[in-house]
């Protein structure tokens, strides 16, 4: 098992910044890839980046590209989102999520291929 748990989110006005991390225990030797994700009210949830361990590669979203940067610890067990930029429709609930096994480049969005989420931490980007 995988636990993991956000902090760093809260309210902050359009073009601000804001910056997301991930502390993870348990059993983390084992975990392939980690990532971050999104959820607005009303909408699905949604790959915002990600990163393998193996091959460091790492993935975002369209919509976060040249804005938003992932990186981790050289421990593996600190994730973190430099949000830089930040527009009202970043607005939603970010989850941090880990996967203890290989994932193709093109499913590392995918937030059902991920098997350990934390409980979140809300981002709020005012006008």
């Known amino acids: 098992q995988v636990q993991l748990v956000e902090s760093g989110g809260g309210s902050v006005q359009a073009g601000g910044a804001l910056r997301l991390s991930c502390a993870a225990s348990g059993h983390t030797r084992g975990t392939q890839s980690m990532g971050w994700f999104r959820q607005a009210p009303g909408k699905e949830r949604e790959g915002v980046a990600a990163?393998?361990?193996?091959?460091?590669?790492?993935v975002y979203a369209d919509s976060v590209k040249g804005r938003f940067t992932i990186s981790q610890d050289k421990t593996k067990t600190t994730l973190n989102l430099q949000m830089n930029s930040l527009k009202v429709e970043d607005t939603a609930m970010y989850y941090c999520a880990a996967v203890d096994y290989a994932l193709l480049t093109a499913t590392m969005l995918t937030p059902g291929k991920y098997n350990y989420w934390g409980q979140g931490t809300q981002v709020t980007v005012a006008s």
């Open positions: 990163i393998a361990h193996g091959s460091s590669t790492i």
